[in-house]
């Protein structure tokens, strides 16, 4: 069981930055693929960026390729999602998700275990 607690949400003006954290339990966190989630009301949860459990493998969705980084401390059991030049399209709750497959799933439903959300909003 894998426990994960999103933190670092809040409201910034477009343009802004804000840098997310996921911090997960456990002993084996280099064993799994950490992902960034985003939903918007009333749209399909989408994964946003994704990062092996080593850390050299990454995915990013093309909404966000060059203004989102994502990165891992596996000493610290904690994923990050540095956001910068931020939309307001950017606006949701961003979830951490995890799975144990070595490649990195694409679809939520990969996904076996799940934070509670932080929620970004982003001010034209």
């Known amino acids: 069981q894998v426990h994960l607690v999103e933190s670092g949400g809040g409201l910034v003006q477009a343009g802004g930055s804000l840098r997310l954290s996921c911090a997960a339990s456990g002993r084996t966190f280099s064993s799994y693929v950490m992902g960034w989630f985003r939903q918007a009301p009333g749209k399909e949860r989408e994964l946003v960026a994704a990062?092996?459990?080593?850390?050299?493998?990454?995915f990013y969705a093309e909404s966000v390729k060059g203004r989102f980084t994502i990165s891992r401390d596996n000493a610290k059991n904690t994923v990050y999602l540095q956001m910068n030049s931020l939309k307001p399209e950017d606006t949701a709750l961003y979830y951490c998700?995890?799975?144990?497959?070595?490649?990195?799933?694409?679809?939520?439903?990969?996904?076996?275990?799940w934070g509670q959300g932080t929620q970004v909003t982003v001010s034209s």
């Open positions: 998700g995890s799975h144990r497959n070595t490649l990195i799933a694409i679809t939520a439903k990969g996904y076996e275990y």
């Open positions: 990062i092996s459990g080593s850390g050299g493998s990454t």
